[in-house]
């Protein structure tokens, strides 16, 4: 079956940085586009970024407007990994970080890692 496993979460300082990582297993990797979404608590999950596959656009990535240049989701394809570099970190930037594999009609969520951004 699909897992998706994330890692990396913590507690940061404000104006930290921190590297997330998302290992897929049970699904063709190289054909999903790849996503990060954020839930802080009381609030509703919320569109982080995503990177698509290398043969449908080259990769493309988009971003939240909130992360917009302080975060950088990049795909390892041979590794089957997904990654969220997450920079110049805000406190409302703490929250619970969910990887997602998307394809078609076809939508897997791993478990989540927690993100504490202290100020």
Do not use: H
């Amino acid at each position: 079956q699909v897992q998706l496993v994330e890692s990396g979460g913590g507690l940061v300082q404000a104006g930290g940085s921190l590297l997330l990582s998302c290992a897929a297993s049970g699904l063709t990797f190289s054909t999903y586009t790849m996503g990060w979404y954020r839930q802080a608590p009381g609030k509703e999950r919320e569109f982080v970024a995503s990177i698509q596959s290398f043969s449908w656009s080259g990769g493309r990535t988009f971003y939240g407007d909130s992360v917009k240049g302080r975060f950088t989701i990049s795909r390892d394809n041979a590794k089957n990994t997904v990654y969220l570099q997450m920079s110049s970190l805000k406190p409302e930037d703490t929250a619970i970080y969910y990887c997602n594999a998307a394809r078609g009609s076809m939508d897997f969520w791993g478990e989540g890692t927690l993100v504490t951004v202290s100020s």
